[in-house]
């Protein structure tokens, strides 16, 4: 049976936890959204509740650092990304403690809760922060190898996850390499550039789509970023198109753009979340309205291909 | 200069573990000495917080010559006690008072606010090994200390945390949100001291003064569920006592400490004036402000 992203985060932080008597969980009062609780559940004296309070529960984490632990500080993403942004740069960043940031419910899919909620420039805001590695694993399986290769690298770190329930563990191999990217599909009509959540909603649509031949590469890792993979696959196609739930300026489409005009200009289609803000749906209206439904995107890669 | 010469000898070869300079006149000596260090680095450098550095060199002295469990010669110690300058802006009267306590040598308060350098315009940790955290932005450093105190706790190691806030900073809401942490978590090994000089950057205006930054800081500690005390700030007998008797009070409570002080103390014109918050003497300003401090105004 497959296991949501988030359930396994839970599931594999108590592990590493109980594994490993530095590894400390800051929960900021949203445990039983994240999973965090697992932790809490299996190996209480590694939980550490700071409430509703962002800002402390990140300079928490580095004076813990400190003295030796490895702290891993979970809220919501749009919280502790934007809530408690000075203090991950000064406190977390610019100090390079090794303090794991984890940002659940990234993204759009935040249950029905609205523009409040969304989190939709964390790509952005995290990978412009000296020092910190930033991640977006694509399923389940994937995760538990992120979150091994985060526990045994030293420095800041920022995990990105979603609540999205509907994410079997599809991907190949369960392997991770921080920095390291991966090639899904092989295909000569263009190349299509994806991270976290959306890679699974692509890869279907990929699968159904027969009249284009693509090339499908995964990126669980945005900084640092795996840019000699990238330029391998765009040189042998016409077209690079990047997907992502994120704003379109500022995520993987604007990552992949930089690399690309600096090393080989090519033409590069951005799918992603419009420069506004969006409001409460279902998982499915949020996706169809901004053009990441597995039907969107196959409509969105066929245009592609007759337009380019 | 020849006092000065015999108190940096003893800094050099002190033992690890506290210093305890019991006579009150010497740490009263010791002070000055760093009034002076204070005010010679930002009038070499123009530069520097000198209000506010010149308000907390009491508490600086009391802590780094008497009270604090360090080591010079292994700033690392895992033991030792640990000290987070919150009003991370007065890096200056730190740097001063562990160039005095032999961590860093007088010669390099020279290279203070320099390009590259390791006394950095607010203290960085990742470029000076006696630091023991990185501040600089208002508000975060009580919640890095809230951490060290709950890692104590974990760690069963009975080091103490200190951490100097200022009364302006008190304005910013990370602080409180980091008191009600240290009261869930029972830190009473976290000893907190607000360095109430008066006077923030710009502040209210009142009448032809400024408006003082806090005045309920003990009442909201209070209410924060800590111990509290206040205390004169310059008043080096009552720092040494109270310190003394704060660290043996260990009941689950935080601790709080009020140090009622004046901005720019020991220099009749800069006391109690806000412009200088951050400004450098010019010659004659320095020429005075030395002469004040060697008479002890």
């Excluded at chain 1, 994120?246 to 993987?252: E, M, S, T, V």
């Excluded at chain 2, 010079?72 to 740097?95: C, Q």
Aim: proline share 3%; charged share 25%.
């Amino acid at each position: 049976m497959s296991i949501s992203v988030r359930d396994q985060f839970g599931k594999q932080l108590a592990q590493l936890a109980k594994d490993d008597s530095r590894v400390l969980t800051l929960d900021g009062d949203l445990g039983n959204s994240t999973r965090l609780d697992s932790t809490e559940k299996e190996t209480a004296d590694s939980f550490l509740q700071m409430g509703i309070a962002e800002q402390n529960m990140v300079g928490v984490a580095a004076g813990l650092a400190s003295v030796g632990f490895q702290p891993w500080v979970c809220s919501f993403a749009t919280f502790l990304t934007k809530r408690a942004l000075d203090q991950i740069v000064v406190s977390i960043a610019q100090t390079n403690f090794d303090v794991k940031l984890v940002g659940s419910y990234s993204g759009l899919l935040t249950s029905n809760t609205g523009k409040t909620h969304h989190s939709l420039d964390d790509i952005a805001i995290m990978t412009n922060i000296p020092n910190m590695t930033v991640i977006a694993p694509g399923d389940a399986s994937e995760t538990v190898a992120a979150m091994k290769a985060m526990h045994q690298a030293c420095g800041p770190m920022y995990l990105r996850l979603t609540r999205d329930e509907t994410i079997p563990s599809f991907l190949p191999d369960g392997s991770f390499e921080i920095g390291k990217g991966k090639t899904l599909a092989e295909g000569t009509d263009m190349l299509v550039v994806t991270t976290g959540s959306t890679t699974y909603r692509v890869s279907e649509a990929i699968k159904q789509l027969e009249d284009v031949s693509i090339t499908h590469q995964h990126f669980p890792t945005l900084k640092p970023f795996d840019k000699e993979l990238l330029l391998e696959g765009a040189k042998k196609v016409p077209l690079v198109v990047t997907v992502e739930e994120h704003y379109i300026r500022g995520g993987l489409g604007s990552i992949v753009t930089e690399i690309l005009s600096e090393r080989l200009p090519k033409k590069v289609y951005r799918i992603g979340v419009p420069d506004r803000f969006f409001g409460c749906g279902t998982d499915e209206e949020l996706l169809e309205a901004t053009g990441l439904s597995v039907e969107a995107i196959k409509k969105s890669l066929s245009l592609c291909k007759k337009q380019f | 200069m020849g006092r000065n010469k015999i108190l940096l000898m003893e800094v050099i070869f002190t033992r690890r573990g506290n210093l305890l300079i019991l006579s009150i006149e010497q740490l009263k000596m010791t002070a000055t000495v760093l009034r002076k260090r204070i005010l010679s680095t930002a009038y070499y450098k123009k530069q520097g917080h000198v209000g506010g550095s010149l308000s907390c060199a009491d508490i600086l002295v009391s802590l780094y010559f008497h009270h604090l469990s360090i080591d010079p010669s292994n700033p690392k110690w895992e033991d030792r006690d640990r000290f987070v300058l919150s009003k991370g802006h007065t890096a200056l009267g730190l740097y001063a008072v562990l160039a005095l306590r032999g961590f860093i040598t007088e010669e390099e308060l020279k290279t203070f606010d320099q390009y590259e350098s390791r006394l950095q315009a607010h203290p960085d940790m990742t470029k000076l090994n006696a630091l023991d955290m990185s501040t600089g932005s208002l508000g975060q450093g009580l919640s890095a200390a809230v951490g060290m105190a709950i890692g104590a706790k974990r760690l069963k190691k009975d080091f103490r945390v200190y951490c100097l806030i200022g009364d302006g900073e008190s304005q910013e809401g990370q602080i409180w949100e980091a008191a009600n942490i240290a009261e869930k978590y029972k830190l009473d090994n976290l000893i907190v001291i607000m360095d109430q000089n008066g006077l923030q950057q710009y502040g209210w205006k009142n009448g032809n003064e400024r408006m003082k930054p806090e005045s309920n800081g003990r009442r909201k500690f209070d209410g924060f569920g800590f111990e509290t005390w206040e205390v004169d700030g310059h008043s080096m007998e009552d720092l040494v006592t109270l310190l003394t008797e704060v660290k043996s009070r260990g009941n689950g409570q935080p601790k709080a400490i009020i140090a009622n002080t004046t901005k720019g103390k020991g220099v009749r014109f800069m006391e109690n004036n806000y412009v200088w918050h951050s400004k450098a003497p010019n010659d004659e300003e320095y020429a005075t402000a030395l002469t004040e401090l060697e008479e002890g105004i």
